[in-house]
């Protein structure tokens, strides 16, 4: 899919991003910028403030598993100057799937972390209130993760989805 009509180019942001941040940008696209986790918090407050960009709004923010990692993307929008950006951070392994907090910088964060972390089970270090949001405490797994159920010959998740029973959809 081609980007929005004003979604600015990923090498622009990054190369901006990294000559202000140096070592933040792991990788430029076409039509997003791939951030170290560690310094994510510090290149959205940048993007957050800087004239050039000014992504006040933080309008999705999102998760991804690809078997082997996942990633966390963030949409940034200008309201001032019409324009979006796309962020992405990604983890190292399935087994610790963390990345820092982005509710010191959008206040709009902590209920789209907190939805990530419920469906997709990535946590948000230095959250203020990290705990599912659709599902109950103690609900086994991830419903969104690829390996939440058993599909013969590719993952371990479970047989099926908790309380079910053939023909009946109660608790």
């Given amino acids: 899919m081609p980007p929005g009509p004003r979604q600015l180019g990923g090498e622009r942001v990054g190369s901006a991003l990294e000559a202000a941040l140096p070592g933040s940008v792991v990788e430029s696209h076409p039509e997003w910028v791939v951030v170290s986790p560690g310094r994510l918090v510090e290149a959205l407050g940048?993007?957050?403030?800087s004239e050039e960009f000014d992504a006040a709004q933080l309008s999705n923010l999102c998760a991804v598993d690809y078997h082997s990692y996942f990633e966390v993307i963030y949409h940034l929008q200008s309201l001032d100057l019409n324009h979006?950006?796309?962020l992405k951070a990604r983890?190292?392994?399935?087994?610790?799937?963390a990345v820092p907090s982005?509710?010191?910088v959008y206040r709009g964060a902590l209920l789209q972390e907190r939805e990530a972390?419920?469906?997709?089970?990535?946590?948000?270090?230095?959250h203020?209130?990290?705990?599912?949001?659709f599902l109950w405490e103690g609900y086994p797994g991830?419903?969104?993760r690829k390996d939440f159920l058993q599909v013969e010959g590719h993952h371990p998740g479970l047989?099926?989805?908790?309380?079910e029973e053939p023909g009946v959809q109660s608790r």
């Fill in 159 to 163: 047989p099926r989805f908790p309380f």
């Fill in 84 to 86: 979006q950006i796309v």
């Fill in 91 to 97: 983890t190292t392994s399935r087994e610790d799937v």
């Fill in 128 to 133: 203020p209130d990290l705990r599912r949001l």
């Fill in 102 to 104: 982005a509710c010191s």
């Fill in 142 to 144: 991830h419903p969104l």
């Fill in 46 to 49: 940048w993007l957050r403030d």
């Fill in 117 to 126: 972390y419920d469906l997709m089970g990535v946590r948000f270090d230095g």
